[in-house]
């Protein structure tokens, strides 16, 4: 640390640099009251950067749903969402994107993706339970995205398996809009004791300041910045704005933080993951309506030399900051020490309302805490919307070109081994799934189901989007992603209890872009008022293109879900001989949005099949309901690939007990639709032939349509006279074909 | 009974054998902190799984300085019984308890799935109560779980009777398919000479309850538990 520090001159091109326009700085220069230092100015750039402030979303984000039964923590509250479970138990959960670190350096970007999102959690007093991840990539046949899979993919095993924390599920997608642009989408859940929240919070002046964990370096200078632009040629030279990731230091760091949690010795605390020091500082002064004084040269650094700068901007992972209760310094140091970290006090809470900081005593930079943050003087704008001429011309499909002399045989082959709907096994079975002992369910079933000990209850989790329905149609993509989270969580056995969203879009300044934003916000707030599940929370990622194109607009939905009784949980596949099949729901004539298109006929075009959010939520409910009645055996949601798809991983998803099923479809409809179009609301159930008349009489009741497919038995997966396959057959395009894509050379 | 689980600063399965102890097999059980030097007056010492300390350099290679593994040291060679599970048969062997090494899996990825492994050997603390041949469905979840030795080592572990597990199919065949990491042999555990001391990659922890998928990692645990009150009564 220099004694002196002169803080450069403010230039016009300095301004720029920062990400901050005109009339920015006119704000900056009012509420100062005076032209901002160096310093301030960094400070300004990192919190109203498009991350930390979320000026171009926030209005529309405000439209969603946040009001629920049970929530502890709403959508801004805190870092992540809590959900009382009920049993003294809350659930705290949230994703978060980490998508353009991961573009220029996939495994460190993966992998602090982890690192950040399981600090959301425990920094709220829970222990992280499981860990999601939803990702995309473009096209496996480019060796570049296959780089980009591998690294990802070893970045979130490394960090997670690690921690020691199991990563239960998720989604792997490709398409080629993701190309240059990845989508890293990380998911933790963590479970608390219902009294235990801990609050994100500075206040009581003269309380110390912490910062703990690791020592302060380098690394991550203005990455919040770096998220919030296009990615370009040039980005790749952004690659010491990502951070680097040390999960040993960060399993320390839940130790430690669940100890000063449980012991008592603190007000508040606040991870520091974009914009580091900065922002924890701002939010925790300005959520306590209190001032924070910092005495930067007080940080524990890494190398020699580092200005204020760029100790107040660096992303170092794995620290936090925590306002102390008055006198338990020295009990939160022995803590941290026994676990062998850093704990020092760099600085104190005050009654002004500033975030100052003071190199050796003198005052280097001074700001309003509450302009800083969300909520308070960051900048918010509504942006112009233009309805994107695409539109018109790729929902118009002509079918007769698409011909109907197929071997259909064939085709569910295509599909089965297609990159989206393949097995992910190679993924996912290089993550630790099954650490901690809770995992019930991993990667592979509808939703991942983890059992919470000492009660009878278990979570079901699972995370949902279909970039190409939104890019299609993103009111109806956002409603279908929350549809399909719920219904993963009904076909579990589960209750959907609430959402986090990752919202990921291309450049909100581009008015086309910008509709789709508000067209799938529109969207997953209607569908989440049906479903009575509010949005906890979670995080909007803009500028997601490259130099070639916008990725399909994404707006990820996590959801969580209470199984009541662990006697309820429920999987896809088949069980028995001789169960019956049965489709909840009705085969309709579409073949729009499909992946069979995609996969056939190299096509993302047609019109998103049609979505009724109240018959599915009716739907759901029955299905929930049966299974709460023991007369369900197995129920898998009818997604990508459609009815022949979802018939064929019913059949052979245990690998451990494969079992064919002979299906007789009675709908006048065309074949490729029959097979593989994605008519939404259908849900294909067994159960066995004593319990088939009470759950029809329960359809028959309820005015739901339904029909009897057929029965479970023998080797083969026989629909009608189209499909004809051993189920050996089936398994080996299913489980085969990513191991080969991802290891082909070149 | 009293179980010892010792607590490296990167263990994460420590919690899930304290567990499995605890609940399932309801037995006392204490965890053991890598700087104490007080075993607790345990019976059966447990090296659970996880990242030691941290484990950048090697699994296992800085574990064995730690003080608490001088005792272990010390109760192993009075004949206590110690298991180490993946991270633990990673410091066995680091320590020089167990030969051999850990390398990493031969796919140079991290795999976590079930496994099926063969009981090779009864004559260990650990798995008295299994019946040689028995096979065992029990999961992996390592980087670094390829076990090798040199050939006249490996034959000297043979014919002393020292491994202990075999990767196999469910039906007990011994095939390159169902090894999952490219040990040597198909070792999935192996025993020192005096059969006290079992180290292996699978997590018997993990298999406790049907619930989980599996409950045959508790013929493990379970032969330890009994093992002493047979040595009792002989």
Redesign the interface.
């Known amino acids: 640390m220099p004694t002196a520090f002169s803080q450069p001159p403010v230039t016009r091109e300095m301004i720029a640099f920062h990400g901050l326009n005109d009339e920015e700085y006119a704000k900056i220069k009012e509420i100062l009251g005076r032209e901002p230092n160096y310093t301030e100015l960094g400070i300004f750039s990192v919190m109203w950067s498009e991350h930390c402030s979320y000026k171009n979303s926030i209005s529309l984000i405000k439209t969603l749903p946040r009001e629920g039964d049970n929530l502890l923590a709403k959508a801004g509250d805190e870092n992540a969402g809590a959900v009382d479970i009920g049993d003294g138990l809350a659930v705290v959960f949230k994703i978060e994107s980490h998508n353009h670190p991961s573009a220029v350096e996939p495994y460190q970007g993966a992998a602090t993706g982890v690192g950040g999102i399981l600090r959301d959690i425990f920094t709220m007093g829970a222990r992280p339970i499981a860990a999601l991840n939803s990702l995309r990539f473009g096209s496996p046949d480019n060796p570049h995205v296959r780089f980009l899979v591998d690294g990802v993919v070893?970045g979130i095993?490394?960090y997670g398996?690690?921690?020691?924390v199991p990563t239960v599920g998720g989604e792997v997608y490709f398409d080629e809009s993701y190309t240059g642009n990845p989508l890293i989408n990380a998911m933790a859940v963590g479970l608390v004791k219902d009294d235990g929240i801990v609050s994100a919070v500075a206040k009581g002046k003269g309380n110390k300041m912490m910062i703990v964990g690791s020592k302060t370096g380098r690394d991550g200078i203005h990455g919040a910045t770096f998220a919030s632009e296009e990615l370009t040629e040039a980005s790749q030279e952004k690659r010491p704005s990502v951070q680097i990731g040390?999960?040993?230091?960060e399993?320390?760091l839940v130790?430690a933080t669940l100890e000063i949690i449980k012991e008592g010795l603190i007000v508040g605390i606040q991870d520091m993951g974009a914009a580091g020091i900065t922002c924890s500082t701002s939010e925790m002064s300005a959520k306590g309506e209190a001032g924070i004084r910092l005495d930067i040269d007080q940080v524990p650094v890494r190398e020699e030399g580092m200005t204020p700068y760029e100790i107040l901007l660096s992303e170092s992972q794995e620290r936090m900051l925590v306002c102390v209760k008055p006198g338990k310094e020295a009990a939160i140091t022995e803590i941290f020490d026994k676990?062998?970290l850093d704990s020092k006090i760099i600085g104190e809470v005050t009654d002004d309302g500033m975030m100052t900081v003071t190199l050796h005593g003198e005052v280097i930079a001074q700001i309003p805490s509450d302009c800083l943050v969300l909520g308070g003087g960051a900048p918010v704008y509504t942006r112009e919307v233009k309805r994107p001429k695409y539109l018109d011309e790729i929902t118009k499909i002509d079918m007769n070109s698409y011909s109907l002399e197929r071997n259909w045989n064939e085709d569910l082959f295509s599909l089965l081994s297609a990159p989206n709907i393949c097995s992910k096994g190679w993924v996912?079975?290089?993550?630790?799934?099954?650490?901690?002992?809770?995992?019930?369910l991993g990667p592979g079933s509808d939703a991942a189901v983890l059992?919470l000990?000492k009660t009878r209850k278990a979570l079901a989790i699972s995370t949902d989007c279909n970039g190409r329905y939104c890019y299609l149609n993103p009111r109806i993509g956002a409603q279908s992603a929350v549809a399909e989270a719920a219904r993963n969580i009904v076909c579990s056995g589960g209750k959907p209890l609430a959402v986090t969203n990752c919202l990921n879009f291309g450049n909100p300044y581009k008015p086309e872009i910008y509709y789709g934003f508000k067209e799938a916000i529109t969207g997953m707030g209607e569908a989440c008022t049906v479903f009575g599940t509010p949005v906890t929370g979670g995080n909007v990622s803009f500028y997601n293109e490259d130099p070639d194109r916008a990725v399909f607009p994404t707006p990820t939905i996590g959801m969580v879900g209470l199984i009541e009784d662990?006697n309820h949980i429920t999987t896809q596949w088949f069980k028995d001989e001789g169960d019956i099949i049965l489709l909840i729901g009705q085969n309709e004539e579409h073949l729009g949005a499909s992946e069979y298109l995609h996969a056939i006929y190299k096509q993302n075009a047609g019109e998103v099949p049609p979505l009724d959010l109240e018959y599915e939520h009716r739907i759901q409910q029955f299905l929930l309901n049966a299974i709460r009645s023991r007369l369900v055996k197995s129920a898998h949601d009818v997604s990508d690939g459609g009815l022949a798809v979802a018939l064929a991983e019913c059949c052979i998803s245990n690998q451990e007990r494969q079992i064919g099923a002979v299906i007789e479809l009675a709908d006048d409809i065309r074949p490729d639709c029959l097979l593989f179009g994605e008519t939404q609301s259908r849900i294909v159930i067994s159960c066995s032939k004593e319990d088939e008349k009470e759950l029809t009489m329960k359809m028959t009741e309820l005015n739901l349509p339904f029909s009897n497919l057929g029965t479970v038995g023998l080797d083969r997966l026989v629909i009608n006279d189209l499909i004809d396959l051993h189920i050996t057959a089936l398994s080996k395009a299913f489980f085969d074909a990513m191991p080969k894509f991802m290891e082909k050379v070149g | 009974m009293k179980f010892g689980v010792v607590t490296f600063?990167?263990s994460?399965?420590d919690?899930?054998a304290y567990?499995?102890v605890r609940?399932v097999l309801g037995q006392e059980v204490e965890f053991l902190w890598h700087k104490s030097s007080d075993l607790c007056n345990a019976d059966v010492i447990i090296l659970p799984?996880?990242?030691s300390?941290?484990?950048?350099l090697r699994g296992g290679a800085i574990a064995r300085f730690s003080p608490i593994m001088e005792e272990v040291l010390q109760f192993a060679s009075s004949g206590g019984p110690v298991i180490g599970i993946c991270n633990g048969f990673q410091v066995l062997t680091e320590c020089g308890l167990l030969p051999g090494a850990l390398m990493r899996n031969s796919h140079l990825?991290?795999?976590?799935?079930y496994v099926h492994i063969r009981v090779e050997s009864d004559q260990t603390p650990f798995t008295h109560g299994c019946t040689v041949g028995e096979v065992l469905n029990i999961?992996i979840?390592h980087?670094e779980g390829n076990y090798y030795h040199f050939d006249k080592e490996i034959k000297e572990l043979e014919d002393n009777g020292q491994v202990v597990f075999r990767y196999c199919e469910a039906d007990g065949s011994i095939t390159e398919k169902a090894n999952p990491n490219g040990s040597i042999a198909g070792i999935a555990g192996i025993c020192n000479r005096g059969g006290n001391v079992v180290g292996l990659m699978p997590?018997p922890?993990?298999a406790?309850?049907s619930?989980?998928g599996s409950a045959d990692g508790l013929k493990i645990l379970n032969s330890v538990n009994d093992y002493k009150k047979v040595t009792a009564q002989a």
């Open positions: 070893r095993g490394d398996n690690s921690f020691g040390d999960p040993f230091t399993k320390l130790e676990w062998g996912f079975e290089q993550y630790d799934s099954m650490v901690r002992t809770n995992t019930v059992r000990r662990i | 600063p990167g994460n399965c919690y899930d567990a499995a609940f799984g996880g990242f300390y941290g484990d950048y990825r991290f795999s976590c799935k999961p979840a980087g997590h922890e993990r406790v309850e619930i989980l």
